[in-house]
């Protein structure tokens, strides 16, 4: 069973040739291949460079996230480079991933918005060495509330830990609760909540219970930007 419309794959295929679809009993769509991307920046430069790579897409897609592995073994396997425990490739906060699929829900914008920069630093980084350039988070759990508090434009991990909490409530029930940026007030009187509001679009009340498990559990796992 597919997850996503015919021309969305269509163009990604189209786009890299190197993939195709691969049967399998674990993703309702695997895409795996050679994915060769290109891509450019005005104070890093231009690479173009290839990666055997897997990515599994959810039923659910674009409101969930594509899993992506690397199977030619060029990425060494621990946090530096931001393998998760299960082998598949951190490309950032789940959140932020999710924001920005949203601008355009398809596979070539996952792989222009989500895969391409993470592959982009990877491949410098895999050249010369040092950090990623375009920064990295913390740990997995506080990187993720880290992000998560800037994506609020809240002062403190714990008040995005309590952001997600509501994320993860009915709407009319998390607005009788106090509003996490602080004000002492409920939430549904705060203009804080039209931070929120937008973010309920993006997924489901589960989705976000289950980043709020995530964010809170301890694993050696890093994020990128």
């Not at 430069?45 to 039923?59: E, H, N, Y």
């Not at 490739?89 to 920005?100: A, D, M, Q, T, W």
């Not at 994320?167 to 705060?190: D, F, H, T, V, Y």
Request: net charge positive; with cysteine; charged share 25%.
């Amino acid at each position: 069973m597919r997850s996503v419309d015919d021309l969305s794959l269509e163009v990604f295929l189209r786009d890299y040739p190197g993939m195709a679809v691969r049967p399998s009993q674990e993703a309702p769509l695997r895409l795996k291949g050679k994915f060769q991307f290109s891509a450019e920046h005005p104070v890093h430069g231009t690479v173009t460079d290839a990666f055997q790579l897997q990515i599994d897409i959810p039923a659910g897609f674009p409101r969930e996230l594509p899993e992506v592995t690397e199977t030619g073994g060029r990425i060494p396997r621990f946090g530096e480079y931001h393998v998760n425990s299960d082998g598949s490739l951190c490309l950032g906060s789940h959140l932020r991933l999710l924001i920005k699929l949203n601008t355009t829900p398809t596979l070539t914008g996952f792989t222009s918005s989500c895969l391409v920069p993470y592959l982009y630093a990877i491949s410098l980084k895999l050249k010369s060495g040092g950090k990623l350039v375009f920064g990295e988070l913390a740990h997995y759990g506080p990187g993720m509330l880290q992000d998560y508090a800037q994506l609020f434009t809240l002062e403190s991990t714990g008040q995005a830990r309590y952001a997600l909490e509501l994320l993860g409530m009915k709407k009319r029930i998390a607005n009788k609760r106090l509003c996490p940026c602080g004000c002492g007030i409920r939430l549904g009187r705060c203009p804080f909540r039209h931070r929120l509001l937008p973010l309920r679009k993006l997924a489901s009340r589960g989705w976000f219970r289950r980043q709020l498990k995530l964010a809170t559990a301890v694993e050696p796992r890093r994020l990128v930007r």
